[in-house]
């Protein structure tokens, strides 16, 4: 009996994680491509403009990481 519910206890935990890792890993992957799809419109201008694109978007993706998983992390507590 202690078994059945631990086993249940676990798929529950499980689930969570799960609804917490999936639009997070879906959210960077669009953002990844938004940001390849502005380098390649940006890439016909200059070698500079790419670097500032990418330096740009390096910056904008940490401070979307951070805010975006406190925000997730918080939807769940």
């Keep these: 009996m202690r078994r059945n519910t631990k ?3 676990d798929k529950i935990i499980r689930n969570k994680i799960l609804s917490m890792i999936l639009p997070i890993t ?3 992957i669009l953002q990844m491509t938004a940001g390849i799809v ?3 419109m940006v890439g016909r201008i200059s070698p500079l403009a790419v670097g500032a694109i990418g330096i740009s978007n ?3 993706n940490i401070i979307w990481a951070i805010f975006k998983g406190w925000l997730q992390v918080h939807r769940y507590l």
């Design 7 to 9: 086993n249940v206890e």
């Design 26 to 28: 879906l959210e960077n």
């Design 38 to 40: 502005s380098m390649a």
């Design 58 to 60: 390096i910056i904008f």
